[in-house]
Each structure stands twice: as C-alpha cells, then as structure tokens.
C-alpha cells in the first residue's frame, strides 16, 4: 500500500503526475479499478468573475490531516494505493488545484473512497482560499455544494 | 511552560496577528489559551481548533510544548 500526500507550490499536471505514479505502484497486476477526481480553477464564484486565487494552508496539519484520511479510506475500502496532490499560492484560471485518485481491485470501492477523500479534504483539511477579483480581494467562506 | 498560538487566514487578517507564544504558570484549557491572547472576545463560534494539528474542543486540555491553532471554516478542494 501506498500513501503519497503532496503540497505543490507551483502548477502541476494531473495526467502525468498519476501515470508516473503509478508506474512506482507494488500492486502491479492487482487493481481493476482507479478513480480520479481533479478539481480545477473556476472563472466565477457565486455569481462574480474571479481573476486568480490564493491558497493558504497550515503547513505540517494539511499533510498529517490528508495522510490520516488516505489511511482510513484504505482500511474501509480496501484499497490499494491512494494519492492526494494539493496546489497552495496563487492558481490561475484553469490551473489544477487537487488531485485525488485512489486504486483499488473494483470499481464501488474506487468510486466510494475517491468521493470519500474529496469530501473529508473539502470539510476538514486546513486550507483556504482568497479570491481576486475584478474589484477588490475576498475570502471563500464556505465551499459550494457537491 | 510554553504554548505556541497560531491564527489563519481570515482570522489572522482580523486579529492582525499569525503566531505567538505564551508562557501559562499550568494546564489550561484551549479557550484559557484564546482568553490569554485575545483579550476582548470569547472564542467565536464558526472558529475551528486544533491542539498539535489535530482538531479539539474548546474545552480540550492544553500542555507544555502544545500548539494550539484557531482557524476560520476550511474551503480547500
């Protein structure tokens, strides 16, 4: 089993992040089944055009708190290898700001614990956003419904 | 003993600060550690709490060497 949690400063590109990955993976022959979720930067939020973004975190609780979670999720569901990469600073429209992608023998499990992570990540993990926008700077106060 | 505060984001922005520490004579709880370093408010309701980078309660009991992190609601993803 592998648990890999990162933090990312700067862009990153999802597909080959996940192909490098899972080249690395000891399951070789294993999985049947891999979920991928990317959550990428929108042009508006709640009705407003936003230009950029900044993501702040508490460094050292956002990696304890999502290696908790990749770790529960492979005792529930059974899965083989799990990955969680999050952007901080500034994102630019179109930019990736999460990948999570769990691999596990079948589809329910994969599906289950990748809505799992995001979840949990969205409500519980210690990050947050401040949005730039045509006329002044916000902070996101809650996250939109999934 | 010593207990390292830390506030983020929007609520580091209001209270003008991000990081301190404080030098308590004993135990404490996590709302005496908000009491001693913002004097004029409780700890307001919507504020998340961790003790070491694991969430806690207001009530959770705070130790020599602890960090203790106030924060406003998440919205990473």
């Given at each position: 089993?592998?648990?890999?949690?990162?933090?990312?400063?700067?862009e990153?590109?999802?597909?080959?992040?996940?192909?490098?990955?899972?080249?690395?993976?000891?399951?070789?022959?294993?999985?049947?089944?891999?979920?991928?979720?990317?959550?990428t930067m929108r042009d508006f939020n709640e009705g407003v055009r936003v230009k950029s973004l900044v993501l702040e975190?508490?460094?050292?609780?956002?990696?304890?708190?999502?290696?908790?979670?990749?770790?529960?999720?492979?005792?529930?569901?059974?899965?083989?290898?799990?990955?969680?990469?999050?952007r901080?600073g500034e994102i630019r429209i179109n930019e990736?700001i999460?990948?999570?992608?769990?691999?596990?023998?079948?589809?329910?499990?994969?599906?289950?614990?990748?809505?799992?992570?995001?979840?949990?990540?969205?409500?519980?993990?210690?990050?947050w956003k401040r949005e730039y926008l045509a006329e002044g700077i916000r902070w996101v106060e809650k996250t939109t419904?999934? | 003993?010593?207990?390292?505060?830390?506030?983020?984001a929007s609520?580091?922005e209001?209270?003008?600060?991000?990081?301190?520490?404080?030098?308590?004579?004993?135990?404490?709880?996590?709302?005496?550690?908000?009491?001693?370093?913002?004097?004029?408010?409780?700890?307001?309701?919507?504020?998340?709490?961790?003790?070491?980078?694991?969430?806690?309660?207001?009530?959770?009991?705070?130790?020599?060497?602890?960090?203790?992190?106030?924060?406003?609601?998440?919205t990473?993803?």
């Open positions: 089993m592998t648990v890999r949690v990162e933090i990312r400063g700067s990153f590109d999802p597909w080959v992040e996940l192909s490098r990955y899972q080249e690395t993976l000891g399951n070789q022959g294993k999985y049947g089944a891999t979920a991928v979720f990317i959550g975190h508490y460094p050292g609780m956002t990696e304890k708190h999502l290696t908790e979670i990749s770790q529960q999720a492979i005792d529930r569901w059974g899965l083989l290898d799990t990955m969680v990469i999050h901080v990736p999460v990948a999570v992608a769990v691999w596990s023998a079948h589809r329910a499990a994969a599906f289950e614990a990748c809505r799992f992570l995001v979840e949990d990540l969205k409500s519980h993990a210690p990050f419904p999934g | 003993m010593a207990v390292t505060v830390k506030f983020f609520l580091s209001r209270l003008g600060r991000s990081e301190e520490v404080i030098k308590p004579k004993g135990p404490l709880t996590v709302r005496e550690v908000w009491a001693a370093v913002v004097a004029d408010e409780p700890v307001p309701e919507n504020v998340l709490i961790a003790v070491n980078m694991e969430y806690a309660r207001p009530d959770a009991e705070v130790s020599d060497g602890d960090e203790v992190a106030f924060f406003p609601p998440v990473g993803g």
